[in-house]
T-cell receptor
Framework: ETGVTQSPTHLIKTRGQQVTLRCSSQ?????VSWYQQALGQGPQFIFQ???????GRGNFPPRFSGLQFPNYSSELNVNALELDDSALYLC????????????FGPGTRLTVL | EDKVVQSPLSLVVHEGDTVTLNCSYE??????LLWYKQEKKAPTFLFML????IEKKSGRLSSILDKKELSSILNITATQTGDSAIYLC??????????FGKGTKLTVNP
């Protein structure tokens, strides 16, 4: 069974730029959730995708957007980057909506200068 | 607003000690409570507790859910240096999100 993978590992951007982060879900999982983890904080829910549709969204502005593809991999896009967007972005996959067991990838560390 | 509070925020112990980490929650709805271990980046799943499964054990780790007190504890017995990590508690109020606490940073000294 392949685990959750994310790319890139690290990324440095400047304010105002746009970024795309990628996630491949664990084999057999059709649900992907994205979280933002600032330093010293717990992960905060951004949104979830289930069968290519957004299934729920946290308290993040519209410049955070996403996609899920037919193979259940997913992208997180952030436009007009701000300094406060610097964080670890985690992707988690799960098997459907009946379970809350989410398995996390290694994350992408985004630094905005 | 859904809220998860963990205590203590950090803890330093010696190898062989037993530790208890606490998690309390206030959520509009409750489906399950999960514990994760975060060493470098990826939180690693430890346990999921629900109304039908309030106690879980795996090796030296065990966890109990108290639905009356809206809380959970994670016990680690005979701690080892490899147990050093941040332990995250999360509550699922629905099928979508997990609401996380800030975590407890555990340091186990030899």
């Amino acid at each position: 069974e392949t685990g959750v993978t994310q790319s890139p590992t690290h990324l440095i951007k400047t304010r105002g730029q746009q970024v795309t982060l990628r996630c491949s879900s664990q084999s057999g999982h059709n649900t992907v959730s994205w979280y933002q983890q600032a330093l010293g904080q717990g992960p905060q829910f951004i949104f979830q995708y289930y069968r290519e549709e957004e299934n729920g969204r946290g308290n993040f502005p519209p410049r955070f957007s996403g996609l899920q593809f037919p193979n259940y991999s997913s992208e997180l896009n952030v436009n007009a980057l701000e300094l406060d967007d610097s964080a670890l972005y985690l992707c988690a996959s799960s098997r459907g909506l009946a379970t809350n067991e989410q398995f996390f990838g290694p994350g992408t560390r985004l630094t905005v200068l | 607003e859904d809220k998860v509070v963990q205590s203590p925020l950090s803890l330093v112990v010696h190898e062989g000690d037993t530790v208890t980490l606490n998690c309390s929650y206030e959520v509009t709805n409750f489906r399950s409570l999960l514990w994760y271990k975060q060493e470098k980046k990826a939180p690693t799943f430890l346990f999921m507790l629900t109304s039908s499964g309030i106690e879980k054990k795996s090796g030296r780790l065990s966890s109990i859910l108290d639905k009356k007190e809206l809380s959970s504890i994670l016990n680690i017995t005979a701690t080892q240096t490899g147990d050093s990590a941040i332990y995250l508690c999360a509550v699922a109020p629905d099928s979508e999100k997990l609401v996380f606490g800030k975590g407890t940073k555990l340091t186990v000294n030899p």
